[in-house]
């Protein structure tokens, strides 16, 4: 049974950072894809960014990229977002979630995290 928990997450004023964490566990942590989504209120869930097995990145688009930094550590078997210079339009549940990858280890399906809430206000 694949779990994935987040914390981290608060209130924080604009211009602030926050430091998002997941651990993961039923898994072999490091062949598995892994990254984070977000959704706000009234909105889908969206993409933030994400990581492979290999450590290739992607950010969902130019709002988050150059502020916010996804990372990995395959030894305590958590992913991080590292969120910079926030803005009040970041206000949204963050939520973590493990993929497939090109392992035969890896996850068959994605698996998600509770979510956690980061407020910024302005």
């Known amino acids: 049974q694949v779990q994935l928990v987040e914390s981290g997450g608060g209130l924080v004023q604009a211009g602030g950072s926050l430091r998002l964490s997941c651990a993961a566990s039923?898994?072999?942590?490091?062949?598995?894809?892994m990254g984070w989504y977000r959704q706000a209120p009234g909105k889908q869930r969206d993409l933030v960014a994400t990581m492979t097995s290999r450590g290739m990145t992607t950010y969902a688009d130019s709002s988050v990229k150059g502020r916010f930094t996804i990372s990995r550590d395959n030894d305590k078997n958590t992913v991080y977002l590292q969120m910079n210079n926030l803005k009040p339009e970041d206000t949204a549940v963050y939520y973590c979630y493990c993929a497939p990858d090109i392992s035969k280890w890896a996850v068959k399906r994605d698996y998600w995290g509770q979510g956690t809430q980061v407020t910024v206000s302005s």
């Open positions: 039923g898994t072999i942590f490091s062949v598995n894809a």
